[in-house]
Structures are given as C-alpha cells and as structure tokens.
C-alpha cells in the first residue's frame, strides 16, 4: 500500500508538473512540422523515422533503417535553445558518431550548420529542410579543410499517414 501511494503521488506531481510547462515560443511552435511518421522517398520498405515533442518543448526523433548487416538506428533532437536563440540539431548514430549543428529559420526553411575539428581534418557541414507541403527537403552539405560545399544528400522526407 505503502508503495501504491509514493507511486500515485509522484504520478500526480508528474503530471501536474507537464501540464504547467511553459506555453510554446513561435520559434518552438515552427518545430511541430518534424511531428509524426516519417520516411525516405524510395525507400519506404526500409527507412521509418517517428518524432515526438518530448518535456521542455523538444522534439526527439527515432529512426531505423534496414541495412544488410541488419537494423541501424540513431536518434535525434531538435529544439530552440531561447539563452542563445537558435535552434539546435543533436544526433546519435549507430557508427558511435555524435553531431551537433546550430541552425536559423530563413524565409521559408531551417538552415543548420557545423563542424569536426580533427588533427587530419576539419569537416563542415550545412544541412536545409524546407517544408514542401507536407513533406520535408532535405539536403546536406559538407566541405572538407574549406573547399568547395559539396552535396552529400538530397531527399525527400515523406509523411506517412
């Protein structure tokens, strides 16, 4: 009984604690278009990515991609840091990977940028999602010790229904 009580209180703080969150900034609110189901144009039979807002107005992704060596998957989040007043891009990769990118709203799309400083080389990258209706574009860019960008990807992100 003991235990039923400490669990219905901590429930109800819990709860109590979500519905009292801050109303969403217009910067958090414009990340409500990466919510739901999502797959690759032309590979729908092996790409599924789902995103949720998550507590303190984040949105956190999960996807899994079916690869010969079996099942990859990584996750990410998306947010609006209000201190710096940018958005944020963090993602975790099946290789062990980690990437970080810091982004704006310009016009019409998210703009992210960044980059890996090693001792052999210093990586940048620029990746833009576009809202088309209700999909995403998506395209990344990348420059190896400051040469020319060149495209790494270029896809559409479709939403499942």
Known sequence: MKFLCIFLFNFFVFVNAYSQEKPL????????????????EGSEATYLEVCNRIQ??????VSASK???????????LSFSPLEKTYVYYGLYPSGNSRTL????????FIFEGQRILPEKTTKWRVTI?????????????????????????FMYKRIQ
């Open 25 to 40: 900034l217009p910067e958090q609110e414009r990340l409500a278009v990466f919510i739901g189901r999502w797959t690759v």
């Open 56 to 61: 303190g107005n984040h949105i956190q992704c």
């Open 67 to 77: 690869e010969k060596n079996g099942i990859d998957s990584s996750v990410s989040y």
């Open 102 to 109: 810091r982004g704006k709203w310009v016009t019409d799309r």
């Open 130 to 154: 576009k809202p088309v209706e209700k999909d995403l574009h998506f395209v990344e860019e990348a420059s190896v010790d400051n040469v020319a960008w060149e495209k790494k990807a270029d």
